[in-house]
């Protein structure tokens, strides 16, 4: 079973930058898209940023202009790369991978822990 394992969370003053990581623990295939959701304490999880296997990305409001999701293809690694930290981006992030296998499934980590305060 794979696994998807997120790095880079931690503790950041507001206008920090941070940068999470996104690798899985073994080889994944005809991978459509890679995402970052987030989920703060009492609120639903909601999408940050998606990548397409084409490099097409796309990013809720918020995050516009400071966060930039990547990738490294030969890795099946996703990045997702936080400048100009708000308290408001306080979260666990999670990882996800959307993949074709006889048919669409997806691939969830267990999250890293993001917290902006001063």
């Known amino acids: 079973q794979v696994q998807l394992v997120e790095s880079g969370g931690d503790l950041v003053q507001p206008g920090g930058s941070l940068r999470l990581s996104c690798a899985p623990s073994s080889s994944i295939f005809n991978i459509i898209s890679m995402a970052w959701y987030r989920q703060a304490p009492g609120k639903q999880r909601e999408i940050v940023a998606r990548i397409s296997s084409d490099g097409i990305s796309n990013y809720v409001e918020s995050v516009k202009g400071r966060f930039t999701i990547s990738r490294d293809n030969a890795k099946n690694t996703v990045y997702l790369q936080m400048n100009s930290l708000k308290p408001e981006d306080t979260a666990v992030y999670i990882c996800?991978?959307?993949?074709?296998?006889?048919?669409?499934?997806?691939?969830w980590g267990q999250g890293t822990q993001v917290t902006v305060s001063s």
């Open positions: 996800n991978v959307l993949v074709y296998d006889h048919s669409v499934r997806d691939y």
